[in-house]
């Protein structure tokens, strides 16, 4: 069992940047693909990105290329989304998840998940 506890969200203007963080416990944080999904009211929820065990192999949805970067520190059992440029469209709450298998980019992919922590961008 893991358990997950993201936070760092909260109320920006447009253009500013906000650092969400994601706790890991219970079972060895080692070895897992981390993924960072989000899910706005009415839609179902999407990839934002993921990253390996090491960090050295990420991904990225379009959408966020460029603008967000996904990091993690395993002594800390932690996993990082620094959000640049954030635009109103980016208004989502936001959900960390360990891969278990399957597609990177698919939700069904992924067998544990933090609580959420809610972005909200203004104009």
């Known amino acids: 069992q893991v358990q997950l506890v993201e936070s760092g969200g909260g109320l920006v203007q447009a253009g500013g940047s906000l650092r969400l963080s994601c706790a890991a416990s219970?079972?060895?944080?080692?070895?897992?693909?981390m993924g960072w999904f989000r899910q706005a009211p009415g839609k179902e929820r999407e990839f934002v990105a993921a990253?390996?065990?090491?960090?050295?192999?990420?991904d990225y949805a379009d959408s966020v290329k460029g603008r967000f970067t996904i990091s993690r520190d395993n002594a800390k059992n932690t996993v990082y989304l620094q959000m640049n440029s954030l635009k109103p469209e980016d208004t989502s709450v936001y959900y960390c998840?360990?891969?278990?298998?399957?597609?990177?980019?698919?939700?069904?992919?992924?067998?544990?998940w933090g609580q959420g922590t809610q972005v909200t961008v203004s104009s």
């Open positions: 990253i390996s065990w090491s960090g050295g192999s990420t």
């Open positions: 998840a360990v891969l278990h298998s399957g597609p990177l980019t698919s939700v069904s992919s992924y067998n544990y």
């Open positions: 219970g079972r060895t944080f080692r070895g897992y693909v």
